[in-house]
């Protein structure tokens, strides 16, 4: 009886195995399909340097969809908590990135993107480490956001 129990749940397995969902993992390697010729910065510009070496680590040299793009920055700090005594215990750092491209042969359709992200980080009792949080924090965001953007583009460039 056992033996028959397995040999048909065995059965039941190699007959299942080979229909599958046909859910295929996407490489982002070939989601950045596109090439940035220049990038035009505003604001921030400490930022911007960091998105900008990002976004074009991540694009291909030699791609047939040639890109222009604009970067908006800004960055807002705020205070997030105070403690008993009235002192500043954590501040909130958001970043507002507004993203147009077009490609280099079609500037009539031009693309503008939003993004927005926030995070937040202690003050520590010595300053040195209060700014190395901020710092942290900020490059953090700034991978998070690039990333974002690179497969935002990446997604949107075959609507061209």
């Known amino acids: 009886m056992k033996k028959i129990l397995i040999s048909k749940f065995a059965?039941?397995?190699l007959l299942l195995m080979p229909l599958n969902c046909g859910f295929k993992v996407l490489k982002k390697s070939e989601n950045y399909n596109y090439s940035i010729k220049d990038i035009i910065v505003n604001g921030d510009k400490r930022i911007g340097f960091k998105i900008k070496n990002n976004?074009?680590?991540?694009?291909r040299e030699n791609s047939q969809n040639e890109l222009i793009v604009n970067v908006?920055?800004?960055?807002?700090?705020?205070?997030k908590e105070k403690n008993i005594r009235?002192?500043?215990t954590k501040y909130e750092i958001n970043l507002n990135v507004?993203?147009?491209y077009y490609l280099m042969n079609n500037i009539d359709k031009a693309k503008k993107l939003n993004f927005s992200i926030n995070g937040d980080y202690n003050v520590d009792q010595f300053h040195t480490k209060t700014i190395t949080?901020?710092?942290?924090?900020?490059d953090n965001l700034i991978e998070n956001i690039t990333e974002k953007i690179s497969n935002e583009i990446g997604a949107k460039i075959n609507d061209f």
């Open 133 to 138: 949080n901020e710092k942290t924090l900020i």
């Open 98 to 100: 507004q993203v147009s």
């Open 86 to 88: 009235n002192e500043i």
């Open 55 to 59: 976004l074009l680590n991540n694009s």
């Open 11 to 13: 059965l039941l397995i």
């Open 72 to 79: 908006n920055v800004k960055r807002n700090k705020n205070i």
